[in-house]
């Protein structure tokens, strides 16, 4: 079996596991050799300047430091960078289109998901959704700091809510003797 190529994470080490969860995490450990616990957030940090020597291949995401001439000097066999994120405009410099090295994103991957989220929120705001939202949380008053949900869930003692029985069909959000809040009407 062939070696594997030795791989080195450059994005900000939180981000790790969110882009990166356990099962595709053993997948790509499969395709090349990467230490998870060594991040590069910073290129200049001795550790990650040490295992720059050898790495054949960036994987980047949010946060990735800049790759400029003195990164890459430093990085002499590193021959693609793959990007787990859209745009590599905020760390891509000349010097690395200029060396040659691959490049590649996720552009194409999360074009949709991003579409939807924008096409999402734009009909949110146009529902005045957030503005509902603030309203909510501003307007609603609980008895001496407790919430309907507390309240309600004490009084049926158990440790799931549901509106008591008193409540089905009414306006309030519990029991009037528990709280008698009364949920704003819809318009």
């Known amino acids: 079996m ?3 190529p030795l791989a080195m994470f450059a994005m900000t080490a939180e981000n790790v596991p969110w882009i990166f969860p356990p099962e ?8 090349v050799d990467i230490d998870p616990g060594l991040v590069a957030e910073d290129f200049t940090a001795p550790r990650v300047r040490e295992a720059l020597a050898g790495v054949e291949i960036l ?9 400029d001439a003195a990164v890459l000097d430093a990085a002499p ?11 590599v ?8 289109w200029e060396r ?16 939807e989220y924008a096409l999402a929120m734009i009909l949110l705001a146009g529902k005045d959704l957030f503005a509902h939202r603030d309203r909510f949380r501003t307007d609603r008053a609980f008895p001496m700091g407790t919430s309907c949900r507390a309240s309600a869930t004490s ?9 008591p ?18 949920w704003p009407t819809r318009t």
């Open 2 to 4: 062939p070696e594997r």
């Open 24 to 31: 595709v995490l053993a997948r790509l450990r499969a395709c």
């Open 59 to 67: 994987i980047t995401g949010w946060g990735c430091p800049r790759l």
């Open 77 to 87: 066999e590193l021959r693609a960078v793959l990007h787990a994120a859209g745009s």
């Open 89 to 96: 405009k905020g760390f891509a410099t000349p010097a690395l």
């Open 100 to 115: 040659g090295i691959a490049v590649s994103s996720a552009a194409g991957a999360n074009a949709l998901p991003v579409a």
């Open 155 to 163: 009084a049926a003692g158990s440790g799931s809510w549901a509106p």
């Open 165 to 182: 029985a008193s409540a089905a069909g009414s306006s309030n959000c519990c029991a009037p003797s528990t709280c008698g809040r009364a």
